[in-house]
Structures are given as structure tokens and as C-alpha cells.
């Protein structure tokens, strides 16, 4: 289905409002159309020579002026129900964005920067948004004016009219050449807002980064480089634009009124038929209310040709496929989790996990270790299926992980990541993220169980303290309590902690180690760690090298294998004396 019909089946949603508008806008139309009609009426029947009748003028002149006023309030409730019609139509479409992000897989998210996505769910549907507020409101006042004043021009003289219907394959014919250079600029444009969007996104986010390494200039020239493409884009969509418009629509104005002054003049030398004042009148004020649509109409052709082009990139969005988020509810499963000869790769076949195979028992907790690129964190990411194995199988006591909607597994299972998000809100909503199901008294629980009071007792308002997006008022080690409790809140079977204390000071590292004692009890725990000080407790370690489980075993076992972990933890204990 085309980008034009798929908006229009939007529209078609919210048809009340905006059949309401049309219909105001055509009665708006006629009432105004007929002021050429009585002006002809008093000039022909009231104005003649000898003689001038003011009481049947003043008549019509007053049946003018409440045609004039009846206009102005049909046009006033035009506007209203197109503006609510499409505004309407603007918030269903943001909705489905959002709606179907939510169901989009981690993968898309990983190969498109947030500013794009966002450009498409603001920027883009604002263009839109416009298509139905503005261009459609034009379009259907020119073509409603137009198709008007053309039954008016038939009635007065059919000949002319005829004439005048030359004008309607040239206005379409412009359309048709002007969508064919259009389309290509504004494609261009749409994605360079989008560019920049990203880049502005990326800036704000890494800003302590570029200020640290002092890339401040070089951030302004790439940014400039990349306006400089759009200035550059929008400069030829400007110069397009300036051939159409009131250019185009002036020059054919003139050729037809030195049609009509020909038409005009050669009969008033005739005296077959004699041109009456009114009606010369009545054509030239028809042939202004002709034209001043069909630049309307013109003057659209570059929002319209913008809107659809946005109306694109946002079904595109729309046309990815998600997966339907599930409300489907289980039983608290006993965390049982078996990996079967696992491989895995983001990539066509450059597998990052290669024949993986091992078992945690409920209650356990394992450790994940390994050099950066082990494929430590994708194990995380087939467990709390952000990705699905490419080979082999994944079980969840004895379910196959891939036979369960992910939502619906992943309602007993709790993440702490080693860089903790932090929505806007309050530390309390952000332990909850706003769940019924999560008390007050449940949120206090979990924050007293990872020992938070401590660390947030100083805050002044307490756990009803604001949060700011990413929580940057907050220290690393509070935003990672906060998650740490946010993860316990939920009571999950399984807790994955990825690099949860890589990021935590020793005293809040304390706090943590010492809840997690009590906290692992009944729940199987995986741990990936970079400090192997953190994990001597694990009942299982597996030691991953290049996607492969090199050695598996408990602290002291490997200690004693002198393998690869032995080397990383003589590593670690020699620069800890340094």
C-alpha cells in the first residue's frame, strides 16, 4: 500500500471531524462564491443608465453582507474540525509509533542512533501532521473554490469556462514534474534532520567526554559540515519552489486574462451578442477567485511533497517487524537454567558464542569471567532473550526459552546493569517504574535490603527525592543501589548482575556484597565480574575465552587448576599491591 493511502486510511479513523470540516468548507465556498452573483444582479438590474434603485441595492447589499458573515463562521467551524480531525489522526499515529518501538528487538535499537528514531517519532510525524492541518486544508479549499467557480463561470458563459478549463491539465502537469525533483531533495532533507538530530543527541549524551579531550571544535566542524549539507538541500528545494508558486500561477493568469480582454472586446464589436457590465464584472472577480486557490494548491506542492516523504520514514518504522507484547502471566518458575550447545552471532555467521554448554541449579549463583569479547555479556542477552541462540537451546526448567513470549519469561527475572538508567521521576518511582503491584512499603524493603538508607540518607526529601533523566544528580554508586533495588523489588527467580560493582566505590562495593549474601537465597544468580575479588563465593565460574567455555569450576578449584582465571587472578592481586 502506497505512503498516500496508508495516510489516508488514518484519516479515514477520524472521518466525523473532517467530513464535518469539508462540509462547513463547502458551504463556506458557496456562500462566498455567490457575492459575484448579486454584485452582477445589482449591476445589470438596479444600476442601469438613467437610473439607480437604492432600496433593491440596499437589499442586496445587506443579503451581501450575511452571506459575507455566514462565510466567515462556516469557515471558523472548518477550521475547527479540520484542526481536531487532524490532530486526532497526528496522535493515533504517534501512539502506533511508540507502541510498535516498544515491541521492536534490541537489534534495531543497537544499529540506529536514538536521535534518528526520535526525529522519526517527533519531526517526522509533526511534517505529517501538517499534510492534514494544512495541506489538506488548502487542497480542499482550492478544489471545492475551483470546482465552484468554474459552475459559476458554465452558468455565465459556457464558451469561456470551456477556455478556462485549460488551466487544470497544467496545474497537474506541474504537479507531477515538480513531485519528480521534490521527492529526491526532501528524502535528502528528512534524513540530514534526522542526522542531526542523532549528532545532537550524541553530543548532549557524551558531553563530559568531548569537553574532557577538549573536541569541542572539531564536534561544531563535523556538526557544521552536516548543516551545511541540509543549507545546501534546502537551498535547491527553495529555488524549485520559486519556479511554482505565484511565478507560475501569475504568468498563466496573464495569458488568460489577455484571453478573455480578446474574447471581451471582440464581442462588444459585434452585435450578435453584447456583454453586459454585470456579467464582465461577475467574470472578472470569478477569474481572481480562480486563481487564488490554484496558488493556494501550488504553494502546497513542497508540504505536501514533505509530508509524504516523513509519512515514509515513519512506516517504515511501522513495516519493522516487532513482536506483540504479551500479557500472557506464568508461575514463578524455580530458575533452572540449562544451556545446550549454544552458539551465537549478531552478525551472519562471525559467532561470538560457539558451542556453549552449561547448567545452574535454582539457587546458584554463577559467575561469568572472561576478557573483553569473551562473549561474557551475550550470554546475558540469550538468557534474557534480547537475542535468540542461532544454534542450540536454551532451557528454563525445562522450557524451551523460545516457546515462551519474552515478556512473559522475563516477568520473574531482574537485570542490574554495570551503567544503571534512571528515568525521570523520583528514586522511589524508579524502583517501582510506576507497577501497581510494587508498594510503598515493598519499594522501602528493597531499598533497606541493599543497604540504600545508608547512602541515600542524606538526600533531603528522601526516597520521594527527584531524579532527573540518567539520574546524573545522583553518584554512581546511588544510581546503582537504586537499580540494585529496583531489580529485588521485583523478586525475580533469576538475577543477572552485569558488572554490577565495576562502577561502585569499595565502601557502597561493602554494602552490596553483604546484601547479596542474603538476597541470592532460593534465586539463581549470574554474576559477569571484573573484579574476581567479588565472586570467590560463586558456586560455579565459567571462564570464557573468544566464545568458548575454557574452564568451569569454584574459586578455589580454578585457583588450583592454574589456568586462565589463575593468571587473571594473580593479575589482579599484583596491581591491587601496587
Known sequence: MSTSKRLLKYALDFKRPIFLGLFFLTAAVFTDLAGPFIAKYIIDEHMTIGRIEIKPIAWLLCLYFILAIATAILRYF???????????????????????????????????PAGKIVARVTNDTEAIRNLYVTVLSNFATGLISIAGVYIALFILNWKLAIIALILLPIVYLWMILYR???????????????DINAMINESIQGMTIIQAFRREKQMTKEFDE?????????????????????????????????????????????????????????FVDYLTRLFNPITQIVNQFSQLERSLVAGNRVFEV???????????????????????????AYKNDEYVLKNVSFEANRGETVALVGHTGSGKSSIMNLLFRFYDPSKGKIYIDGID??????????????????????????????????????????????????????????????????????????????????SFA??????????????????????????IQHAMD?????????????RL???????????????????????????????????MYQMQAKSLQV
Do not use: C, W
Open 518 to 530: 542474603v538476597l541470592k537465597k532460593g534465586r539463581t544468580t549470574f554474576i559477569i565480574a571484573h
Open 226 to 282: 552536516m548543516n551545511d549539507e541540509h543549507y545546501a538541500y534546502q537551498r535547491k528545494l527553495l529555488l524549485l519552489d520559486s519556479a511554482t508558486s505565484f511565478n507560475l500561477v501569475n504568468t498563466i493568469r496573464l495569458m488568460m486574462f489577455s484571453i478573455f480582454i480578446i474574447y471581451f472586446g471582440t464581442q462588444s464589436l459585434t452585435t450578435a451578442e453584447i456583454v453586459s457590465s454585470g456579467t464582465l464584472y461577475a
Open 486 to 511: 529496583r531489580a529485588l523489588a521485583f523478586d525475580p527467580a533469576i538475577l543477572i548482575l552485569d558488572e554490577a560493582t565495576s562502577n561502585i566505590d569499595t565502601e557502597t562495593e561493602e554494602i
Open 401 to 482: 526459552v523460545t516457546t515462551v513470549p519474552r515478556q512473559t519469561m522475563r516477568q520473574h527475572m531482574g537485570i542490574v546493569l554495570q551503567d544503571p538508567y534512571l528515568f525521570t521521576g523520583t528514586i522511589a518511582s524508579n524502583v517501582s517504574l510506576n507497577d501497581p503491584k510494587i508498594t510503598r512499603e515493598k519499594i522501602e524493603e528493597a531499598l533497606k535490603a541493599v543497604g540504600a538508607e545508608r547512602v541515600l540518607s542524606h538526600l533531603e526529601k528522601g526516597i520521594d527525592e527527584p531524579v532527573i533523566e540518567k539520574g546524573s544528580t545522583l553518584s554512581s554508586g546511588q544510581r546503582q543501589l537504586v
Open 180 to 194: 519528480r525533483f521534490a521527492s529526491r531533495y526532501n528524502k535528502v532533507i528528512r534524513k540530514k534532520i534526522a
Open 318 to 344: 511501522l513495516d519493522t517487524n516487532g513482536e506483540k507484547v504479551s500479557q500472557e502471566m506464568m508461575p514463578k518458575y524455580d530458575g533452572h537454567v540449562l544451556f545446550e550447545d549454544v552458539s551465537f
Open 78 to 112: 472548518m477550521f475547527i474540525y479540520l484542526q481536531s480531525g487532524a490532530n486526532r489522526v497526528v496522535q493515533k499515529l504517534r501512539q502506533d509509533v511508540f507502541g510498535h518501538i516498544q515491541t521492536l528487538p534490541i537489534q534495531y535499537f543497537d544499529n540506529l
Open 533 to 567: 575479588s567479588t565472586i570467590k563465593n560463586a558456586d560455579r565460574i565459567l571462564v570464557l575465552d573468544r566464545g568458548v567455555i575454557k574452564e568451569q569450576g569454584t574459586h578455589d578449584e580454578l585457583l588450583a587448576h592454574g589456568g586462565i582465571y589463575d593468571q
